[in-house]
């Protein structure tokens, strides 16, 4: 059982910066990969970022250069820092988790999410 929690959503002006947090707990293999979604209003959810657990990291074209994932392993926490943030960088961000088990069955957990605003 994994459970995520993320926090430091807000809303900011354009131009601004937010950092998210997403802090992971329960049984976790130490070969993972974590990654951030986000869905904004009248939109699909969509891949932002994602971590493994080497520190691998990629991004959507829409946030390369503006957004920065790292993760803290001996905290299993991830981190999305949020720079030059856009009207458009609006909607929920969800933290997620894809593991798998020692026999090879997938897992995949998510968070309850954490809302960003951006305005204009």
């Known amino acids: 059982q994994v459970q995520l929690v993320e926090s430091g959503g807000g809303l900011v002006q354009a131009g601004g910066s937010l950092r998210l947090s997403c802090v992971a707990s329960g049984t976790i293999f130490s070969s993972n990969t974590m990654g951030w979604y986000r869905q904004g209003p009248g939109k699909q959810r969509e891949l932002v970022a994602t971590?493994?657990?080497?520190?691998?990291?990629s991004y959507a074209d829409s946030v390369k250069g503006r957004f920065t994932g790292s993760r803290d392993n001996a905290k299993n926490t991830v981190y999305l820092q949020m720079n030059s943030l856009k009207p458009e960088d609006t909607a929920v961000y969800y933290c997620?988790?894809?593991?798998?088990?020692?026999?090879?069955?997938?897992?995949?957990?998510w968070g309850q999410g954490t809302q960003v605003t951006v305005s204009s």
């Open positions: 997620k988790l894809e593991q798998f088990s020692r026999i090879g069955v997938r897992y995949d957990y």
């Open positions: 971590i493994t657990s080497s520190g691998s990291t």
